[in-house]
């Protein structure tokens, strides 16, 4: 088993920056990890993507505004949310992939006031 914990969640305003964290219970130096976010009313999307060599994928609405990147040494994944957008708000989770089905954190709320 995995835990994996979120935190770095909060309100914010329009055009203002956050920081998540996702930090797990054993290490992920072979793993690739994802984070996702949920709006409500819609379907859970993925929005960043760091393999193990980090190299890194986004969606396009997040593309030259956030970066995930990832410290092996503590087992810790990152989100920094910059130029956030009201759009934006959502729960936003961690999630380990590997092995079948994948791990998710309990998830942290980001709201984004205009």
């Known amino acids: 088993q995995v835990q994996l914990v979120e935190s770095g969640g909060g309100l914010v305003q329009a055009g203002g920056s956050l920081r998540l964290s996702c930090a797990a219970s054993?290490?992920?130096?072979?793993?690739?990890m994802n984070w996702y976010r949920q709006a409500p009313g819609k379907q859970r999307e993925l929005v960043a993507s760091?393999?193990?060599?980090?190299?890194?994928n986004y969606a396009d609405s997040v593309k030259g505004r956030f970066t995930i990147s990832r410290d092996n040494g503590k087992n810790t994944v990152y989100l920094e949310m910059n130029s956030l957008k009201p759009e934006d708000t959502a729960v936003y989770y961690c999630n380990l992939p590997y092995p079948r089905p994948g791990y998710w954190g309990q998830g942290t709320q980001v709201t984004v006031s205009s």
């Open positions: 760091i393999g193990n060599g980090a190299n890194t």
């Open positions: 054993r290490t992920i130096f072979i793993s690739p």
